[in-house]
C-alpha cells in the first residue's frame, strides 16, 4: 500500500479522534511510567504517540514510509517535542535499533506484514527483561475493512487466540487480550462494522 502517498491526508479528524481513544487504551493497559523507553513500530504520521509522550522517558517512532516519517519530523518540531524521535526503520531489517524499550506499541501495523511470527520475535529481542508488547490491531473480518485497497496483501485482522498463542509460542508471558472499540467505516457509501482488541505480554 502506498503509505508515501496517504501520509499528506492521513490525520482525518475521525483518525484523530480514534486514536486518542486507542492512546487512553494503551496507557491504561500497560501501565504508563515516566521512566520508561518506548518505541513505536508502523507509527504513521503519530497520532497514538503525540497522546502518549508526556507520559513517557522517551519514544522512538518507526515507519517504513518515508512520508509518513517526514509528516511526522515536522509535527514533533513544530510542536517542539524533546522526547519524540523518528526514523524511516523497517522494524524486520535495516534498523539501528538496540534491545533497550520497556514498552513497545504498535497500532494497525502487524496486519501489513506476512510473517508476523519473525516480526513479533524480533520485537521480544528489543525490549528489555519484564518488558512489555502492546499490540492493538483489527478483530478478523471477511475483508470488508480493505476491500477499496486492490494492492492490499496483509491479514484480514486477526483471531486474538491464535495471535496470543504465538506471543507465548515466543516467550511473552502474562498474555491477555480484549475487544474494546467498535467502530463503522464507510466502504462505497455502505457502513461496515469493525472491531479492535489490544493485546499485552511481557518479556
Ligand atoms: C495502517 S498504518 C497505521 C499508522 C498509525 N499506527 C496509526 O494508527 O495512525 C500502518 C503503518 O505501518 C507501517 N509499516 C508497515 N510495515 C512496516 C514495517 N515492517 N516496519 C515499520 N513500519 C511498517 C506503514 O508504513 C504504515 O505507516
Redesign the pocket.
Known amino acids: 500500500m502506498d ?1 508515501d502517498m496517504r501520509s499528506i491526508s ?1 490525520d482525518t479528524v475521525k ?1 484523530i479522534k480514534r ?1 486518542k481513544i486507542i492512546a487512553e487504551q494503551i496507557a491504561h493497559t500497560t501501565k504508563l511510567k515516566k521512566s520508561y523507553s518506548a518505541l513505536e ?5 503519530g ?2 504517540s503525540f497522546h502518549l509522550y508526556d507520559k513517557l522517558k522517551d519514544i522512538t517512532c ?4 518515508q512520508g ?1 516519517i517526514e509528516t511526522l519530523k515536522s509535527k514533533i518540531q513544530q510542536n517542539k517535542i524533546a522526547n519524540m524521535t523518528a526514523y524511516q ?4 531489517s535495516d534498523h539501528l535499533l538496540t534491545p533497550k524499550y520497556d514498552l513497545i506499541y504498535t ?3 502487524l496486519h ?2 506476512i510473517d508476523i511470527d519473525t516480526t513479533l520475535a524480533n520485537l521480544y529481542k528489543l525490549l528489555k527483561k519484564n518488558g512489555h508488547l502492546c499490540i492493538v490491531d483489527l478483530n478478523e473480518d471477511n475483508g470488508s475493512f480493505h476491500k477499496l485497497e486492490a494492492d492490499f496483501s496483509g491479514h484480514h485482522g486477526f483471531n486474538q487466540n491464535h495471535l496470543k498463542e504465538v506471543l507465548r509460542q515466543i516467550g511473552y508471558k502474562e498474555v491477555e487480550s480484549q475487544t474494546f472499540y467498535n467502530d463503522v467505516k464507510d466502504i462505497d457509501g455502505a457502513e461496515f462494522q469493525y472491531s479492535l482488541f489490544i493485546v499485552l505480554g511481557r518479556k
Open positions: 503509505f492521513w483518525r486514536a513500530f508502523g507509527c504513521g504520521t497520532l497514538i518507526i515507519d517504513t514510509s509518513m526503520y523497517n522494524i524486520d497500532c494497525m501495523a501489513h506484514i
